[in-house]
């Protein structure tokens, strides 16, 4: 009898060592809770699909929860994932900055660490184990930079805003504001949210056409390239030329905004990589192996004016 205890208890250490050994590497065995915000843009499903092809070549449990762009639905699904008591972690694409704390907090008492991915939240950083995200500012920065020289610094902008109070559209606005703001001639005359979303930005745009001089309007800066491509046709019912008549830069670096590139009608993007679930995977691993994580973890990508220089880097 003694000896089949002895055998159960062997048993029972050898299970632990083995999932602990899996947390040290790639996550393999592991429990994830995946809070994605929704599929509200081509990078949003780029995104996703890439975190669930991750999760798969390394064994990890992910369970997947679409927020259809709802706070309250990624609230609510980290809190099922906290009741179930089988989550090893919780990896969240916050939809905006602010209203965090609680949840995180309450994650923080079950022991289950958060990984924030993408977007940022305004919660105190202790509430969360890192962030694996790209620079937003750095972004706006970039595409600033690009409409300056390809206008002399002479242009009068419209600004399709993402979603108001998201990290990536607020950075985005700071880092475009920050270089436009050095020459006095360059001046957004319209800004206004499309919600990262390609029909609103059609709208929006179309809107806009209606109630500015098009003559007036020099350049289109879209928070990213769904919105770009919905005021590509807008600018084009409106008997414009895209890309040539009004210039147009954005970000994500979509397959969709290099056939625009090709067309003409879409002058730059800014490239959002989407392969950031491996890093926010190795993340949750080295946390659970005790590993101490910097604060964050930065993605990089540059802008590109074509499909050959983009291909040539990937
Ligand atoms: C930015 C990301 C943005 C993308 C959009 O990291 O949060 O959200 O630029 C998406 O395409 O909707």
Redesign the pocket.
Known sequence: MRIAKLGLIVLVLLSFSVSFANAQGTGEGLTIGFSQ??S?????TS?TEAVLAEAKERGINLLFSDAQQSQENQIAAIRAWLAQGDVDAIIL?PVIATGWDDVLKEAADAGVPVVIV??NVDSDPSLFVTRV??D?VH?GRLAAAWLVQATSGDCKIVELY??VG????ED?HKGFMEVIALFSKMQVIHSETG???RTEGKAVMQSILSSEDPANICAVFA????MAIGAVEAIKEAGLTPGKDILIVS??A?PDVFDAMDAGTINATVE?SPFMGGPAFDAVAAHLNGEKLPAWIPVAGKLYTSRAAYDADH
């Open positions: 915000i929704g509200e843009s081509a990078w949003r995104f694409a993408d977007r995200s790209s937003f972004e993402g979603t998201s990290a990536a559209a985005r919600n990262f979303v928070h990213n390239d769904d970000v994500d979509i959002l």
